[in-house]
């Protein structure tokens, strides 16, 4: 944290409080937030803050991105932000100087939502098995197939899609990212946004393509077949984002525990009293202090331009396994009261446990490190 960055924080926990988090029960109900919820926050500069400023971002450093993921997570809000930052992510590094100021600035204002298509019905841990087609034809890519669990899915304006482009290869070769303006298009489909356990204010939907036309100067990089290398690479941002996510959750999750149990008694004293406790939220104040650790030194390596794949797959597994460990202690230490859905515990409980699933399954990245070792 800088003086800047401190600055950044309060701006963006005033507008959280003041434009989220009373909205917040409402979106979860209703399944999605409110389009005008973008708008505004593009309006104080809360989206793509790590992006330079003449493609309309913030300019700052991945630092600023981190204070949004963090206030969020402190607040329990659920908020596409980070998404839309990573789709900025992949147009920044592969886009063409006409993309970036085509799609940035109105993506920086909240006027173009983002998401990121990558998972399938029957793909999402093996990427290699994408059946969604995009096919040349003239100036233009036919796509065909579909994606689902597609986070911001419902008010996308703007999705960075893989495809599979040369159908006649099988190996990483033969995908391509794509990106499609989804305004009017015919053929494009979003289904109602999925009923999960959890973070049921942020919509997660299923996309169909069928004969959409798009472009072929759409697509991102300077040829075909690069998309898997592509999205290899902007993994690295999402995974540390997640794993940045994490501790603040599991953070968030002792501090309402520390409180809960320093008023709620048993047996004629604070529940804080009995040893268990005091061991149990040591172990967890233990945990996500080296977590935190772990995490500043990750966010600084990104910073620097260090920060390899390898690292990004021990942050993401190692931090969102150990969040749940966390919060399951936690929801133990809150009896009964912690099993309730208007408890701020329980709900960090179903929160919590895609984040051992989605940007990688836990068990994924392992073969990341271990393919390393
Ligand atoms: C709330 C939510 C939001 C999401 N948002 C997005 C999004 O915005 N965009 C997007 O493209 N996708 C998104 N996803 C999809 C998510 O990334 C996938 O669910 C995830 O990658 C796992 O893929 P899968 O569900 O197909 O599971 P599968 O690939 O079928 O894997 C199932 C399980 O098998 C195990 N497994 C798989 N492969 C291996 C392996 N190689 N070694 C050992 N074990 C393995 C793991 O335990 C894994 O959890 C989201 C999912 C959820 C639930």
Not at 70 to 89: C, D, K, P, T, Y
Not at 252 to 273: H, N, Q, S
Request: glycine share 10%; hydrophobic share 40%.
């Amino acid at each position: 944290m800088s003086d800047e960055t401190r600055i950044f924080q309060n701006s963006v926990r005033q507008f959280i409080e003041a434009e989220l988090v009373p909205n917040h029960a409402r979106w979860s109900e209703r399944g999605y937030p409110d389009a005008s919820a973008w708008l505004k926050a593009g309006q104080v500069g809360l989206l793509l803050p790590d992006v330079p400023e003449k493609y309309g971002g913030g300019g700052g450093t991945f630092a600023y991105e981190a204070v949004i993921i963090e206030e969020l997570a402190r607040s329990g809000v659920h908020f596409g932000f980070n998404i839309q930052s990573i789709v900025a992510h992949y147009i920044l590094a592969y886009g063409s100087e006409e993309q970036k100021l085509r799609w940035l600035p109105r993506m920086a204002a909240g006027e173009l939502v983002g998401a990121v298509g990558l998972t399938e019905p029957n793909s999402g841990s093996d990427l290699q098995g994408t059946r969604t087609t995009a096919q040349k034809d003239g100036e233009h890519y036919v796509i065909n197939g579909s994606k689902t669990f597609i986070t911001n899915g419902w008010q996308a304006g703007l999705v960075c899609l893989a495809v599979r482009t040369d159908p006649r290869l099988s190996g990483p070769r033969a995908l391509s990212l794509l990106v499609i303006e989804t305004k009017d298009l015919p053929g494009y489909r979003v289904g109602q946004p999925l009923e999960k356990v959890g973070r049921h204010a942020q919509d997660t939907c299923e996309l169909f393509f069928d004969g959409v036309r798009v472009p072929a100067g759409n697509l991102l990089g300077p040829s075909e077949g690069r998309g898997l290398f592509q999205m290899m690479d902007q993994f690295r941002y999402e995974r540390l984002s997640i794993g940045l996510s994490a501790v603040a959750a599991a953070e968030r999750a002792i501090e309402i525990t520390i409180a809960y149990v320093k008023d709620r008694k048993a047996f004629g004293k604070p529940l804080l009293d009995l040893q268990n406790t005091r061991f149990k939220l040591a172990e967890c104040r233990t945990e996500a202090h080296v977590g935190r650790v772990f995490v500043d030194n990750c966010i600084q390596q990104f910073i620097n331009g260090q920060f390899d794949a390898v690292t990004a797959a021990m942050v993401k597994y190692w931090l969102t396994d150990s969040q749940c460990r966390i919060v399951e202690e936690c929801v133990q230490l809150h009896g009964g009261y912690g099993y309730m859905q208007e408890s701020a515990i329980a709900r960090l409980w179903t929160d919590s446990r895609v984040q051992r699933i989605y940007g990688g399954a836990n068990e994924v990245l392992k073969e990341v490190i271990g393919s390393s070792l």
